[in-house]
């Protein structure tokens, strides 16, 4: 996840350590390195993916905002508290993604989008 609790439980975004929209990669023992995964997809498009499963799932807007290290901006903001129901059905939803692929996955020949 690209962010981290720190010791007083506050939220703190990890920056990635390569350039910004430098692609997303894997390690590759055969390149001797990380090779891309897609040319087009990269390390913040992975945020926004996350996003925006996390609103298909109707993940509550102030689980959202502390989950992606976001500041609290809008007043219902200081009246919603993130709960362990919450965390446990977002944990479910994403669960259930990944045991399906995403809904979604990568030709990796082409780099498209295949349904």
């Known amino acids: 996840m690209p962010c981290t609790k720190s010791a007083d439980g506050s939220w703190?975004?990890?920056r990635p350590r390569r350039p910004p929209r430098a692609p997303a990669t894997v390690p590759c023992r055969e390149a001797g390195g990380e090779v891309p995964i897609n040319q087009e997809m990269h390390f913040h498009d992975l945020r926004h993916t996350h996003e925006t499963w996390l609103v298909e799932e109707k993940v509550p807007r102030v689980l959202r905002l502390e989950r992606l290290g976001h500041e609290r901006k809008d007043?219902?903001?200081?009246?919603?508290?993130v709960t362990d129901v919450m965390i446990a059905r977002m944990l479910a939803a994403l669960q259930h993604r990944w045991e399906i692929g995403g809904g979604w996955s990568w030709d990796r020949q082409s780099g498209l989008k295949v349904a």
């Open 12 to 14: 703190n975004s990890v």
């Open 75 to 81: 007043v219902d903001d200081d009246y919603s508290h």
